[in-house]
T-cell receptor, first 113, second 116 residues
């Protein structure tokens, strides 16, 4: 069964600190992996997209890594800001040419001043 | 401004009363889809469309209908809503991925539906 699991479920950090969110997936065949940021009450917003041949991709203070062999990805946030408080969702696309997306349940991040 | 627009933002209805949630995008995207988001669960795909008059079922299509008569619009129809369809709904769109380049999904702001 295609699944995407994220950890931790929630996380609280102080402003200015770094953090890393984890994503493990069992999706086959694998096409690409995406990270989204979802503010409370809003739609998800794309942060990164990676294919199996890419093992790192950055978007400002967000850096995603992908290990296609172990089927793991991480999202590292550097020098966190209050505005980083949101849910971060890992999404895996199943198979080339298909538009089936399997969503993780997200990690809820709270950044405190 | 490039965007996906959903309406209404909030909707309260009663069991069995037909309703439509509208979705419109102004980016000339071929692909459009509907998702529902429930507490403790990831977003789940309801229906998707690859282009005008081309639609297909996602993972949870029961109780929903869609149509794609125009490229920009993709309404979600609940013919006879039931309480288990109470959820947060999102519409999304993107260009079709070509040549190994994967396109971003753009999401609307969501529609919170309550069926009493």
């Amino acid at each position: 069964k295609n699944q995407v699991e994220q950890s931790p479920q929630s996380l609280i950090i102080l402003e200015g600190k770094n953090c890393t969110l984890q994503c493990n997936y069992t999706v086959s065949p694998f096409s690409n992996l995406r990270w989204y940021k979802q503010d409370t009450g809003r739609g998800p917003v794309s942060l990164t997209i990676m294919t199996f041949s890419e093992n790192t991709k950055s978007n400002g203070r967000y850096t995603a890594t992908l290990d296609a062999d172990t089927k793991q990805s991480s999202l590292h946030i550097t020098a966190s800001q209050l505005s980083d408080s949101a849910s971060y969702i890992c999404v895996v696309s199943a198979g080339p040419g298909t538009y089936k997306y399997i969503f993780g349940t997200g990690t809820r991040l709270k950044v405190l001043a | 401004e490039a965007q996906v627009t959903q309406n209404p933002r909030y909707l309260i209805t009663v069991t069995g009363k037909k309703l439509t949630v509208t979705c419109s995008q102004n980016m000339n995207h071929e692909y459009m889809s509907w998702y529902r988001q429930d507490p403790g669960l990831g977003l789940r795909q309801i229906y998707y469309s690859m282009n005008v008059e081309v639609t297909d079922k996602g993972d949870v299509p029961e109780g929903y209908k869609v149509s794609r008569k125009e490229k920009r619009n993709f309404p979600l129809i609940l013919e006879s809503p039931s309480p288990n369809q109470t959820s947060l709904y999102f519409c999304a769109s993107s260009l079709i991925s070509r040549g190994g380049r994967y396109e971003k999904l753009f999401f609307g702001s969501g529609t919170q539906l309550s069926v009493l």
